[in-house]
């Protein structure tokens, strides 16, 4: 099993451009997750879903959008990359919800410019 | 609002010097407390999850203690490869929300 595969796992912007962070998992998890981490601020939740086609939003929404059509995958967009966006992002899938342990992708080192 | 408060920010230890990490926290109706490893330039790595107090877990050198306002990491003997940021999360509804975490270095 690969578990939570990210890509790219690097990538540089200029402001203003768009791009779409992957996310994939093969454990058929219901629960998938986009977490921010910067330095001295921790993780940090973007956006959510509990199942196909179910998702909601997090701590730091704005300027990302989700969607998830299949169990198995959930993008994250940037619709219009800013400097703040510069960070390292993290998927994480888990069984359900509530009460089990998350699984992590190896992340996505965003920069900027 | 549900928070989560790790102390210390870092911590550095000789090898074989015992010591805890604290996860204090405040949440509606806790539902689990995880634990998590993360090493530089990874994901965080799954380790405890603890749902009630006086609960306790143990995992090669780490203990992980529960009561109702915080959690205790117990770190017994370190070894250099011990060496990591450990991450603390609390769970009431689905959302995960973590501290900002312990960064551990265990010098030979």
């Known amino acids: 099993n690969a578990g939570v595969t990210q890509t790219p796992k690097f990538q540089v912007l200029k402001t203003g451009q768009s791009m779409t962070l992957q996310c994939a998992q093969d454990m058929n998890h219901e629960y998938m997750s986009w977490y921010r981490q910067d330095p001295g601020m921790g993780l940090r939740l973007i956006h959510y879903?509990?199942?196909?086609?179910?998702?909601d939003q997090g701590e730091v929404p704005n300027g990302y959008n989700v969607s998830r059509s299949t169990t198995e995958d959930f993008p994250l967009r940037l619709l219009s990359a800013a400097p703040s966006q510069t960070s390292v992002y993290f998927c994480?899938?888990?069984?359900?919800?509530?009460?089990?342990?998350?699984?992590f992708g190896q992340g996505t080192r965003l920069t900027v410019v | 609002e549900d928070q989560v408060t790790q102390s210390p920010e870092a911590l550095r230890l000789q090898e074989g010097e015992s010591s805890s990490l604290n996860c204090s926290y405040t949440?509606?109706?806790?539902?689990?407390l995880f634990w998590y490893r993360q090493d530089p330039g990874k994901g965080p790595e799954f380790l405890f999850t603890?749902?009630?107090a006086g609960e306790e877990k143990e995992k090669e050198r780490l203990k992980a203690t529960l009561t109702k306002k915080e959690s205790f990491l117990h770190i017994t003997a370190p070894k250099p490869e011990d060496s990591a940021t450990y991450l603390c999360a609390v769970q009431a509804s689905p959302p995960l929300v973590f501290g900002k975490g312990t960064r551990l270095s265990v010098i030979a």
């Open positions: 603890l749902y009630s």
């Open positions: 949440v509606s109706g806790l539902r689990g």
């Open positions: 879903s509990v199942g196909a086609g179910i998702t």
């Open positions: 994480a899938s888990s069984y359900s919800p509530t009460n089990t342990e998350a699984f």
